[in-house]
T-cell receptor, first 109, second 116 residues
Framework: DAKTTQPTSMDCAEGRAANLPCNHSTISGNEYVYWYRQIHSQGPQYIIHGLKNNETNEMASLIITEDRKSSTLILPHATLRDTAVYYC??????????FGAGTRLTVKP | EAQVTQNPRYLITVTGKKLTVTCSQNMNHEYMSWYRQDPGLGLRQIYYSMNVEVTDKGDVPEGYKVSRKEKRNFPLILESPSPNQTSLYFCASSSLSGSRETGELFFGEGSRLTVL
């Protein structure tokens, strides 16, 4: 299993872009990078995922380096409601997702 | 509205008293799964199911049972709860149609269980 490394915590000013890094240097060719977030003790929420190419949806952008050993989740205009724990997960499928400690993002006014 | 519904949301029980946490999804998903979340340990998978009558153990199945008799329901059964099963439990579901890799996990709101 590819292991991921994320900073324990980060702060971001409201309205600014939040850039959350994830290191996954042992990723295999068939493994996807998934991002989820968990607000307080609610159920985790899917954000985005990708294999090789950069991806964008209405919530965020995912930038994956060319060697696929790291990625960055970008929330373009962070709001207070984006305060959450963000999980970067590397797995071949969704069948047995492993959620680690994640990054606790605090968006400040 | 597409959702995963868990019940009860909160429960305090005593050691040895059998209980069932229900999970129901209205999205016709093939895949369903149970996780538990404990401080410092993250979310750990208990059991998962690929479809009706197909279930498999996750990372921490001891002390739990599941069944998948209907596509929409995936109850978690604690036959003889113990204090170490005090935790926050999440049910999740996903479609397996087409590419499995594009699946998005939909989570319920969680069930906080305390075993005294």
């Amino acid at each position: 299993d590819a292991k991921t490394t994320q900073p324990t915590s980060m702060d971001c000013a409201e309205g600014r872009a939040a850039n959350l890094p994830c290191n996954h240097s042992t990723i295999s060719g068939n493994e996807y990078v998934y991002w989820y977030r968990q607000i307080h003790s609610q159920g985790p929420q899917y954000i985005i995922h990708g294999l090789k190419n950069n991806e964008t949806n209405e919530m965020a952008s995912l930038i994956i380096t060319e060697d696929r050993k790291s990625s960055t989740l970008i929330l373009p205009h962070a709001t207070l409601r984006d305060t959450a724990v963000y999980y970067c997960i590397v797995r071949p499928t969704i069948l047995d997702m492993r959620f680690g400690a994640g990054t606790r993002l605090t968006v400040k006014p | 509205e597409a959702q995963v519904t868990q019940n009860p949301r909160y429960l305090i029980t005593v050691t040895g008293k059998k209980l069932t946490v229900t999970c129901s999804q209205n999205m016709n998903h093939e895949y369903m799964s149970w996780y538990r979340q404990d401080p410092g340990l993250g979310l750990r998978q208990i059991y998962y199911s690929m479809n009706v009558e197909v279930t498999d153990k996750g990372d921490v199945p001891e002390g739990y049972k599941v069944s998948r008799k209907e596509k929409r329901n995936f109850p978690l059964i604690l036959e003889s709860p113990s204090p170490n099963q005090t935790s926050l439990y999440f049910c999740a579901s996903s479609s397996l149609s087409g590419s499995r890799e594009t699946g998005e996990l939909f989570f319920g709101e969680g069930s906080r269980l305390t075993v005294l």
